[in-house]
């Protein structure tokens, strides 16, 4: 796909996934166990933790081979409601962008339809 969101339609996952690390402080957290804790599939906890840098961090590894995550500094110090708020202020600006594209694709398509309808 051309897009590809970060926060659009897995917002939930997301503060799931924040909340698990809430309930374990000071803790490096592997995709498997947060896979549990949530019940979302692993290779989307990973995916989630990759992509949203503003959150999630992957800790150095260490000599088990394990790759661990925590928060953020930044997102530990915040409170619940203002992690929902940066959340749902992140889901709105990609729905802003989806739906500018879906109008731009939308108003090629007719501006092509009316320049080739004076010719038939």
Known sequence: MIFSFRFRGKNQQILAL?????DHPNQGLHPK?????????MLDVVARMDKIPELFVKL????????????????????VIEIEHLVEQQV????????????MI???????????????
């Open 18 to 22: 924040y909340q698990s690390f809430l």
């Open 33 to 41: 166990e947060l896979s549990r804790m949530t019940g979302i599939p």
């Open 60 to 79: 150095p590894g260490r000599r088990d081979g394990l790759t661990r995550y925590r928060l953020t500094t930044t997102a530990a110090a915040r409170t």
């Open 92 to 103: 709105r600006r990609e729905s802003w962008l989806y739906y500018a594209f879906i109008a």
């Open 106 to 120: 939308l108003l090629v398509f007719l501006i092509a339809v009316m320049a080739i309808a004076p010719a038939i």
